[in-house]
């Protein structure tokens, strides 16, 4: 009785309680992981380590599994270790941190100060960089109380509306059904070459479904055009010439015992010039050796290596189902330079996120996706911020005025 009491406690605390009779296969990433997070706590433990227990979850879904962690903290008494990249979710609630810069030393102290010496740059950090404060403010709400008190006066950017053409990738109507389920309903949607855009919206909202069908790999009803193909009728060689994902967990398009022969194989399926995916990797920032097994690169390198299979046969649109899990400050700054970079070449880039701080910085356009359905789409600035659970930290700060990102506020500043 009381193990079937626990479970059910659990089962509410982590919001997971509807979900209870659905196959595991069948829940999307984030839910996946909330019955994993309930699966240990029903053991009761006095100590919680967590590695990342909210980079697969969407910003409603990440703050509500931090209450409930903090719940456990505060009134249970329970100890928690939370290793995490996205420092912004976190923070304000950490008691102490702990540090690796990577040299093999532990840096360990009040979060404020651990993070004023660190070269890690969650939003805040970077704001009080750009501000010369001595310390980094650990919470919105710390910030916004120090600019009100300097009396801070920073111009409002200037947001332009995306471009609406040319367009190279067009749905219309598109559906996708699990069974009974509607995963992607009734989408219209016109990609712009040389743009940007953001696909956000809660875990199982649909965004990995609508990019798999966007590439041609899912049965699903209506039109896709892409450049004058339509990507289900493709054989998988020229498939990758008009439309490529790099999916969600991209090591598992890696399967090869070196970097070497993965570059060469994807050269060999592109019916490129042998040399041109290792160029790539060069020209995305990635050098390491050749016989480099793919498993012993770090997260950022896996990801660029599989960017670079992917990018090798050029494709004009470019699908990326959330690239930033697991990357930290400085990967993340280098995917967004080689997205930008993709976009200048004239490219069309759709990137599925919960990273809103990413989104905010890298995408001019912004989609939000809820139950199958886009109901947001406009210019980033516009998207994010009329919501306040995708509204990056610098919004919130310098709410109303529609600052995305400590960028800029540098630029605003007189
Ligand atoms: N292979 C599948 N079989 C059945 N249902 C699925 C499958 N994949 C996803 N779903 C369901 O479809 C919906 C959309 O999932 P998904 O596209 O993964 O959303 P997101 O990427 O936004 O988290 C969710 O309700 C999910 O549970
Ligand atoms: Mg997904």
Not at 224 to 253: N, S, W
Not at 369 to 376: S, V, Y
Request: aromatic content about 2%; hydrophobic content about 45%.
């Amino acid at each position: 009785m009381a193990m079937r009491k626990r479970v059910e406690e659990t089962l509410d605390l982590m919001g997971i309680a509807d979900l209870r009779r659905r196959p595991l296969v069948e829940l999307s990433g984030g839910q996946q992981q909330r019955v994993a997070i309930a699966a240990v706590l029903a053991a009761q433990p006095r100590i919680l380590v967590l590695d990342e227990p909210t980079s697969a979850l969407d910003p409603t879904a990440a703050q509500d599994v931090l209450a409930a962690i903090g719940t456990l903290v505060h009134d249970v008494g329970l100890t928690v270790v939370l290793a995490e990249h996205r420092l912004e979710r976190v923070m304000q609630a950490a008691d102490s941190m702990l540090y690796l810069p990577g040299d093999g030393r532990v840096v360990y102290g009040p979060p404020g100060e651990v993070l004023a010496h660190a070269r890690i740059t969650p939003p805040l950090a970077e704001l009080a960089r750009v501000l010369h404060w001595p310390e980094v403010p650990l919470s919105v709400r710390e910030a916004r109380r120090r600019v009100a008190g300097e009396d801070l006066l920073v111009t409002a950017p200037v947001h332009p509306a995306p471009p609406s053409e040319p367009v190279v990738l067009s749905t219309r109507d598109l559906q996708v059904r699990y069974g009974e389920l509607i995963a992607v309903n009734h989408v219209d949607l016109d990609l712009v070459r040389g743009t940007v855009t953001s696909l956000l919206g809660r875990n199982g909202s649909g965004k990995s479904s609508m990019l798999w069908a966007l590439q041609g790999a899912l049965t699903c009803s209506g039109t896709i055009d892409v450049a004058g193909q339509d990507p289900r009728l493709l054989a998988a060689a020229e498939a990758r010439r008009v439309v490529t994902l790099v999916p969600q967990t991209a090591a598992d398009l890696l399967y090869l015992p070196s970097v070497g022969a993965e570059c060469a194989q994807a050269d060999a399926e592109s019916g490129v010039a042998p040399g041109t995916t290792a160029g790539l990797l060069r020209t995305l920032g990635i050098q390491v050796p050749d016989d480099r097994d793919p498993r012993d690169l770090s997260e950022g390198q896996r990801l660029a290596l599989v960017l670079a299979i992917q990018l090798a046969a050029r494709p004009p649109v470019l699908l990326l189902d959330e690239p930033t899990r697991g990357l930290d400050y400085s990967a993340k700054g280098e995917l967004r330079a080689i997205v930008r970079d993709l976009a200048a070449d004239g490219r069309a880039v759709l990137i599925s996120t919960h990273d809103v701080e990413f989104a905010a910085a890298t995408s001019r356009r912004t989609l939000l996706m809820a139950d199958g359905e886009i109901i947001a789409d406009g210019s980033t600035a516009k998207v994010l911020t009329s919501s306040p659970a995708y509204a990056p930290q610098m919004a919130k700060v310098f709410a109303p005025l529609p600052v995305l990102t400590p960028h800029e506020v540098a630029e605003g500043l007189p």
